[in-house]
């Protein structure tokens, strides 16, 4: 399958752009999916190390190492590779289309198919699990904490009287049916929260976020950079307070009125707002209307 066909790459000449003044040095890119960011950068001459724990994924351009791993076992990785210092690092957060639009995979509330969600499918843990094993509290718990949804328990509830729920149509219906009529009319499909909160927990996205991007940092070169397209507020909550750390130095709770960590700024803030894709590449491809790009420079070791 053509890279682009498997998915198309968000904010990709910005990319190439601001990853044009970088040293020497590798680019890690996180998030392979189909290639197509790899690709570009691979295209402007820079030495390309690509991630992705998917192994249904395109063959990567010339110039492109492919590690079929998580971008959470990045550290490893590249230790075993012997790449010390990397003169960039970008992640395009969330799933591809191809695992969107591929019914069997389970990621979408709109093609029916089983409930799984796995993005390596020889993890453990399935949705189908979560949703006709977990209790009703736990249930709750995951839809909240990585949605916000606010009717997380009563679409917990649901689930769990409509057990066994076998496919992901089904378990879209249940969703909209718990959600009052009033709220569906509004804010896209009644199911999209849910499964998003499902498809985070099943694959520990957060816990990779910060795993990867701490060891993104870790290896940042003076002068090079580290970008984050994210799609939900958790993960750009949390690029943004990294980011801002790193920027600023202080590590101390917000609240708190005195600096005590006494720690140095090493990096500035490329975006002091995040970047988002313009009117003509959302019509052309709806998915990007919610991306967000956030770019840090190390500026000192």
């Not at 929260?193 to 816990?207: C, H, K, M, P, S």
């Amino acid at each position: 399958m053509e890279p682009d066909r498997y998915h198309q790459p968000v904010l990709a000449d910005r990319i190439v752009e601001l990853f044009a003044p970088v040293p020497g040095g590798p680019v890690i890119d996180a998030t392979f999916g189909g290639g197509g960011h790899s690709r570009l950068l691979a295209a402007a001459g820079h030495e390309v190390i690509a991630f992705d724990r998917d192994p249904d994924v395109p063959q990567p351009a010339e110039g492109v190492t492919l590690v079929g791993r998580p971008f959470g076992e990045m550290a490893a990785a590249l230790d075993e590779l012997g790449v010390g210092e990397i003169g960039g690092a970008f992640f395009d957060l969330g799933v591809s289309s191809h695992q969107l639009d591929t019914a069997e995979r389970g990621f979408s509330y709109r093609n029916n198919g089983p409930i799984d969600m796995r993005m390596d499918r020889s993890g453990a843990l399935t949705a189908a699990e979560i949703v006709n094993e977990w209790s009703g509290a736990d249930i709750a718990d995951v839809i909240h904490r990585y949605s916000d949804e606010r009717f997380a328990r009563r679409i917990a509830e649901a689930i769990v009287r409509s057990r066994p729920i076998v496919d992901t149509a089904t378990l879209a219906d249940v969703v909209r049916d718990a959600i009052p009529a009033a709220t569906r009319r509004t804010g896209g499909h009644p199911a999209r929260r849910t499964f998003q909160a499902l498809r985070i927990a099943v694959n520990d996205e957060l816990g990779e976020l910060e795993r990867g991007l701490e060891a993104a940092l870790d290896r940042l070169v003076v002068g090079g950079r580290c970008a984050v397209i994210s799609y939900h507020s958790m993960e750009d909550r949390y690029t943004k307070r990294r980011f801002v750390e790193e920027a600023t130095g202080c590590t101390c709770p917000p609240e708190q009125p005195v600096c005590t960590c006494e720690r140095v700024a090493t990096a500035k803030l490329v975006t002091r707002k995040p970047i988002r894709p313009g009117s003509d590449e959302v019509a052309d491809n709806p998915r990007a209307r919610s991306a967000l790009l956030r770019v840090l420079e190390r500026i000192a070791a």
